[in-house]
């Protein structure tokens, strides 16, 4: 059933995850967009509520999306988390598409902010806008593409530390240094925009 | 910066993070050695650090899922959600979206609140705000929109609550500050709410303009009583390590600090809103959350009167008793704000009634406006303001008695400094009219030319005066007369004015 409607069936695109990897652009090229949609689809999903009784919150949708493309191929760990680095710039790009479309769509473009829980303020910016979030990390890209990844993964691919020391074949103690001092010049950079 | 600093300030960073916090100062001194930019740099990523908390630790696709629920198209419009038809969408906010719809065992009208998905999974959550929604049921009140049910439908939780049709504070602010006997009406109402309230242990905890409504008929309602809080309840590690919940722009201070909160927190809360409604602005909103929160803390707010010049001194004395930092210093019970309220709406009623019976329309307003404070300043200043005008007459003829060049000296000198200070006092005339948050620093700027100007004039009028003494004495006399009133005017009048209209510092 999956296979008809995904139109891929999960050993081509194991195969698709392992060319990716091995730096072949093209197969890169035809898993994106098969990622960047069946997320899309997921997500929608979950919100629509057809699926009681599982949460958002304790299922990754990045896993998910995992499971249901690749099913029970055995792919070798690298390239699982290849997939992972796949699917969170997939998720990033999603959701910052989402948030331009959203000002586009109302009057006087009024930016979108992301509130990490609805309706509660503290002294710490948690609410903050999603697009100035996906500038300031491309900037810290550009400075340093080793944090910049760590975030990506983290945040937009919803990976705990360990799967994403995983994922980017680092200890997790690297991780946890990366991530703190990315939060801090994340936030630094929210702070100071006039925004 | 180049690629090498930023390895070095990486390294750096890694390094004091992994040691102790006390060490952390006498590390940097040593690690940096001298670079003053590499330390810097540092420091203040050091100190972004330990603010981060919970910043994008939730995955993205969680806080912002709402982006996506936009795409799921998950407006309920029309459909049938357990007992309600939904109508149509008639809010929306951080915490979910509000429909209003009709109840169909009942067949009343309701606003119906869809709350996030995440509320409705969230166990702790969920028993958390059915308490809340159990509390705020029991409330009674008129001034109170009545909590119906909290309902679990599927998968997720709606509240019910009482329609109320009508506009939130928030638009009716949009055309500007209200009538003192408005904003009287509705505090008054606002604190019987609050007494109701305070007194089952209900505490708002987020009031603000947005959450007030007023019907057509001039009822002021309080929305979300009691659950405005527990929707906003984070998961429990947030508010375990004194997350701030509330509207910044509206949160006392204890609130903000993280503190224990107690029914004074409304009482703050109503102050603020109460001088947003006579001021139409709030006193301590900035440009960011952090610089609203830091103004909550060490600001206090300039005096009603002075930003409003129609304000009853009494409101300001009650607004000001309910914005004070300390929460042992506000009310210490919602009946005694009501009980002031109370003696205050019966004072301006009868201010009313007098103004009223008097025969022209529109006398209250003068009546009013003309015995404050604030109103004789502003008179001053348009007086002092026509006085050197007229004065420029005298000064024209008596130039040619005065031997020259002086009398075109003494007529330039005349003309230059009652210019500027005519020019001075309507500004702050016009400024204090329409743009009165911003008098205080524009009497501040104004202040000391307006006396050079005024010593100027006085001084010239004097000079005048003694050279034509002889053949002109009565001239000489009305120029010394100008030359003293200016100078009382300015040196002791206006001083007292300013200080009985704006509590200056004497």
């Not at chain 2, 909290?150 to 602010?173: N, S, W």
């Amino acid at each position: 059933m999956l296979k008809g409607e995904l139109g891929q069936s999960p050993d081509a695109v194991a195969s698709l995850v392992e060319r990716a990897r091995d730096g072949d652009e093209r197969a890169l090229a035809t898993l994106m967009p098969l990622v960047y949609d069946e997320l899309r689809r997921l997500a929608a999903a979950y919100l629509r509520r057809e699926r009681p009784g599982q949460t958002l919150q304790a299922t990754a949708l990045v896993h998910e999306v995992y499971i249901r493309l690749l099913q029970d191929s055995q792919l070798a760990w690298q390239n699982r988390a290849h997939f992972f680095g796949i699917a969170a710039r997939s998720m990033r790009q999603i959701l910052v598409e989402r948030a331009r479309a959203r000002r586009a769509e109302k009057r006087g473009g009024e930016r979108v902010r992301v509130t990490l829980d609805p309706g509660l303020v503290a002294a710490a910016p948690r609410s903050f806008d999603l697009e100035v979030l996906d500038d300031a990390l491309t900037r810290l890209g550009a400075l340093d593409p080793d944090l910049a990844r760590v975030v990506e993964v983290r945040f937009f691919g919803g990976l705990s530390i360990e799967e994403t020391a995983e994922a980017l074949s680092v200890s997790p103690a690297t991780i946890k240094r990366r991530w703190s001092l990315a939060k801090a010049w994340l936030m630094r950079e929210l702070e100071s925009d006039p925004s | 910066m180049t690629p090498d600093e930023w390895k070095r300030v990486r390294e750096v960073f890694d390094a004091a993070l992994d040691r102790d916090p006390a060490e952390r100062a006498a590390f940097l001194d040593a690690a940096c050695a001298g670079d003053a930019r590499l330390c810097a740099e540092v420091v203040s990523l050091l100190n972004v650090h330990g603010r981060t908390g919970d910043f994008i630790e939730a995955p993205a696709y969680e806080t912002a899922a709402h982006l996506l629920a936009d795409e799921a198209g998950a407006s309920l419009e029309g459909r049938l959600v357990g007992p309600y038809i939904i109508r149509h969408e008639i809010g929306r906010g951080g915490m979910g979206v509000v429909y209003l719809a009709d109840d169909t065992r009942l067949s009343r009208r309701v606003a119906l609140k869809a709350l996030p998905p995440d509320v409705g999974r969230d166990a702790a959550r969920r028993e958390r705000l059915r308490q809340e929604a159990r509390a705020a049921a029991a409330l009674t009140h008129p001034g109170i929109a009545t909590v119906y049910a909290l309902e679990k439908i599927g998968d997720d939780l709606y509240l019910a609550c009482e329609y109320v049709p009508g506009r939130t504070l928030r638009q009716v602010l949009a055309s500007g500050p209200l009538p003192a006997p408005q904003v009287v009406d509705i505090a008054l109402q606002l604190a019987r709410a609050l007494t109701a309230a305070h007194m089952q242990g209900v505490v708002h905890r987020d009031l603000k303009a947005e959450n007030i409504v007023r019907t057509p008929a001039g009822v002021v309602k309080i929305l979300d009583f009691g659950v405005a809080r527990a929707e906003n309840l984070s998961p429990t590690h947030l508010t375990e390590q004194g997350a701030i919940l509330g509207t910044p722009g509206y949160m006392a201070p204890e609130q903000a600090r993280g503190q224990h909160v107690d029914f004074r927190v409304d009482l703050f809360a109503f102050g603020v809103l109460i001088y947003e409604l006579a001021s139409g602005s709030n006193p301590f909103s900035a440009d960011t959350v952090p610089a609203t929160i830091a103004r909550i803390l060490e600001v206090d707010p300039p005096p009603l009167s002075s930003v409003c010049p129609a304000a009853v001194p009494d409101l300001d004395r009650i607004v000001a008793s309910c914005l004070r930092k300390n929460p042992a210093e506000r009310y210490q019970s919602t009946h005694d704000l009501v009980a002031d309220l109370e003696r205050l709406q019966v004072e301006v009623s009868a201010s009313r009634d007098r103004a009223d019976s008097g025969s022209r329309p529109g006398a209250a307003a003068r009546v009013a406006r003309a015995s404050t404070p604030r109103w004789w300043w502003e008179f001053h200043q348009l007086t002092v303001s026509a006085v050197y005008v007229l004065t420029m007459y005298p000064a024209w003829r008596v130039r040619s008695w005065v031997p020259q060049p002086w009398g075109l000296v003494f007529l330039l000198a005349v003309l230059a400094c009652a210019a500027a200070a005519t020019t001075l006092r309507l500004h702050l005339w016009f400024t204090s009219r329409f743009y009165p948050l911003e008098l205080r620093g524009q009497r501040g700027l104004a202040l000391w030319w307006t006396r050079v100007c005024d010593a100027g004039f006085a001084a010239s009028l004097l000079a005048a005066a003694l050279a034509t003494g002889d053949a002109h004495p009565e001239i000489a006399m009305l120029l010394t007369a100008v030359s003293i009133a200016a100078a009382v005017a300015s040196f002791m009048i206006e001083p007292t004015a300013a200080r009985a209209a704006f509590n200056d510092p004497s």
